[in-house]
């Protein structure tokens, strides 16, 4: 269920209620009931994908604890060995198995080898990638001796399934979430107004920013060869715009709901149009993932430790896997090697940790230096979201191209203003609010303010709800 | 836990209470339209004799008053700038739910009737202001994919299509007014028209581009016409060009024994001065063509 829908609405209140009044007895009831419940959240898409996450859930949960009990460094590889290919081997062959075979089928056909292809009709289980990525750092950390394993099997499994974060992240760490569910949960009144504050504000970014974004992204990117190169630059702002909305929305949908529970998950996008640079922007994006990518990926292939040509070779590594985990198709391992591109100066010039405090720290405005870096590194994020958001790597091309060729000095074909307004909305409110946590973060406003701003927010989400329905774009991932 | 959750009903009522003053735009709506033809329609104010259904072709080419002096019945256009046939069947068992059903239906066939384009639509922004209606309210849900139950409780949901565009009075557009039983023909010219040129080739028609719920719904159309036995005449207007033999050859194909009443080739419908634009005349070549509609249904009524 999506958690803008009216099942959600009746969902999440009977959770909170059983939760907090019949199944507060201890840890174990606690545990046990967020398990059936993430397992009815995650049974509601498909239920025939419940015996995966559950198979996924006990090897890691059998693999860690013979991790710690063997003294064999040898032993301890192989079960992680059986980890990591159980869970890769799950995530490639229901996401990547139809790609391989076309594709080389395609780069066979190139040379004059011609080849039966044998493709599935594979449905890809939702938040395979996410939770896949979770059990992988458990096993990891394990292994690495940052965690001890659990031997409490119910722990482990609400741990891997618990169901605000299961099918869109954020991708939790072991070390973070794991050590919650082994601890009674206590309800607090301020960090459950905290988690109703962040709920609201990240459906009013799915459903005010991103699905009404949508409509007009989809009719551009769908038809883009008949649009002016306006129409085309608005799309691919809108698209910017959306694609944030979305992720963002639903990740504070999720770190909200969790706090209704008493659970406290990390922080997955820190306000990252207002980067200054690339480097910033990929600590401010998706955190989860790119810290994910740097803690057991690019540190252990040897990160910038020695010499500068690893460090050019681990950072193209980790931005072509990054690309690659989004989706099946060139377009996104182009979007991963773009970014890589944009990184490569900065990484080469030392500066790729410059710019690590809060923009405008203190201050109302940015300086104009500021505000041009910010500007530039949108105007370069947003081109590689065209080959995000475009089918194939021709059609990025081809609609880069067309900004170019078809522009005309006129008011471009495509001129939501409505949509200017709602995105000049949120990021008014975000940059007040970047030194937050997440812009309905006002706790500290008086209290008729407070309600005022909660009652603006929600009829604005009533009445700019958009007509089209549309799943949370990370669903595909 | 006690503090939050009287938070929560505080916040709930208050959100009602907020939302129940919706209930105000949400009756004006109605009365800022000028095209109230709709709300006639749904509120049964409209007793007519005959009604002329249709897209623009309907309520720019066909004159009731005109149908009305020389038939001596009463006549109404439910004709609507760019509705699709999917519309024309709602209005038509709209209007079939009153007690007093019509003897005489005419519906204007367009090019495009049964295959799907962007010009034709079904008009739900026709609908939107009357949302106050629980009936219309439940259409809009069908067709939006709305939740009902959200719209039974919360005005603000309810009316939300209508943000914020709706809430002004609306001014008759030039090429959308009203005049006496709904007729909307203009006497202007479209300033890109003025040097079009009369296209005197055949026109294509592929079958390939059909939409089967625009099909199902012109039999729909015929079938509620059939059943109420009401007279159904199909209308072929005049366009700025030759008329399209292969669309027409489908269409009786379709629609079988229904009498489709096809203009005649008259040396007006190759001059502009009788067209607004290439699809539709103006008043002066309205009044000529209505008036052989007219002398084609006497001839009908006759037989």
Known sequence: ?477 | MKKFIINIIVFTLLLFGIDSLFIIPMNKLPELQYDKRLELLFTNKLNFDAYIYGSSRASRDIIPKQIQESLNITCFNLGFLGSNIEFHTFLLHETLKKKQKPKLVFLTLDDKIIQYNDRLGFRMDKLYPLVKYDHINEIINKKEGKSTLLSRILYSYRIKENFPGNFRKNKPHKLDSIFEFGSQTVSFRNKKFKDTIYVDREQSYLKDEENSILIDSLKSFINLCNTNKINLILVYPPEFKAKNEAFLKRIKLLTKDIPIFIYKDRLEYKNPNYFSDVAHLNKKGAMIFTNELIQFVQSKLVK
Not at chain 1, 205 to 212: E, L, S
Not at chain 1, 254 to 268: D, H, Q, V
Not at chain 1, 420 to 442: A, C, N, P, T, Y
């Open chain 1, 1 to 477: 269920m999506l958690f803008n829908s009216f099942e959600f609405i009746i969902f999440l209140p009977l959770v909170f209620i059983f939760y907090w009044f019949f199944f507060n007895r201890g840890i174990k009831t606690q545990n046990l009931f967020v398990l059936v419940v993430s397992y009815i959240f995650y049974g509601w898409w498909d239920w025939r994908f419940l015996s995966l996450i559950a198979f996924s859930s006990l090897i890691d949960f059998i693999v860690a604890i013979n991790i710690e009990k063997t003294s064999s460094q040898k032993t301890k590889k192989i079960f992680l060995t059986l980890s990591l290919i159980t869970n890769l081997g799950f995530l490639v062959f229901f996401k990547y198995y139809n790609f391989f075979v076309e594709s080389l089928s395609i780069a066979l056909e190139q040379i004059g080898i011609s080849i039966d292809t044998f493709t599935l009709n594979i449905v890809l289980p939702v938040g395979i990638s996410f939770y896949t990525f979770q059990t992988i750092s458990y096993t990891i950390d394990v292994y690495r001796k940052r965690l001890k394993p659990t031997k409490n099997i119910i722990n482990f499994f609400a741990f891997v399934s618990f169901f605000p974060q299961l099918v869109a992240g954020p991708i939790e760490r072991a070390t973070n979430l794991l050590p919650q569910f082994e601890k009674k949960r206590f309800f607090s009144y301020q960090y459950a107004s905290e988690g109703m504050r962040q709920i609201l504000w990240g459906l009013f970014k799915k459903i005010v920013i991103a699905d009404n974004c949508a409509k007009y992204v989809n009719q551009v990117f769908n038809n883009y060869e008949i649009y002016d190169g306006g129409s085309l630059i608005i799309a691919a702002i809108l698209f910017a715009f959306q694609i944030y909305g979305d992720f963002s929305g639903y990740s504070d949908i999720a770190i909200g709901t969790s706090k209704l529970f008493g659970f406290r998950l990390m922080k997955n996008f820190n306000f990252p149009y207002f980067s200054r640079d690339i480097s910033e922007f990929w600590r401010r994006w998706h955190i989860s993932l790119s810290t994910w990518f740097k803690d057991y990926l690019y540190i252990p292939l040897g990160g910038s430790k020695n010499g500068k040509l690893k460090a050019i070779r681990n950072t193209f590594i980790i931005f072509t896997v990054s690309g690659f985990w989004h989706g099946a198709n060139w377009t996104f391992i182009a979007w991963g090697i773009f970014n890589g591109i944009y990184y490569l100066p900065l990484l080469l010039a030392n500066k790729n940790r410059k710019n690590i405090d809060i923009i405008a720290h203190n201050k109302f405005l940015p300086s104009l230096k500021e505000i041009i870096s910010i500007i530039v590194t949108f105007f370069l994020t947003v081109l590689g979201w065209v080959f995000f958001r475009s089918n194939t790597l021709s059609d990025a091309f081809l609609f880069i191209l067309n900004i170019f060729k078809r522009f005309e000095f006129s008011v471009p074909k495509i001129f939501p203003l409505k949509m200017f307004l709602f995105v000049f909305l949120l990021i008014s409110i975000e940059w007040i609010q970047r030194q937050k946590e997440h812009g309905l973060d006002i706790s500290d406003r008086p209290i008729i303010i407070r309600w005022l701003i909660y009652m603006v927010i929600t009829f604005i989400t009533i009445l700019f709800n958009s007509p089209n329905k549309y799943d949370f774009i990370y669903f595909q991932f």
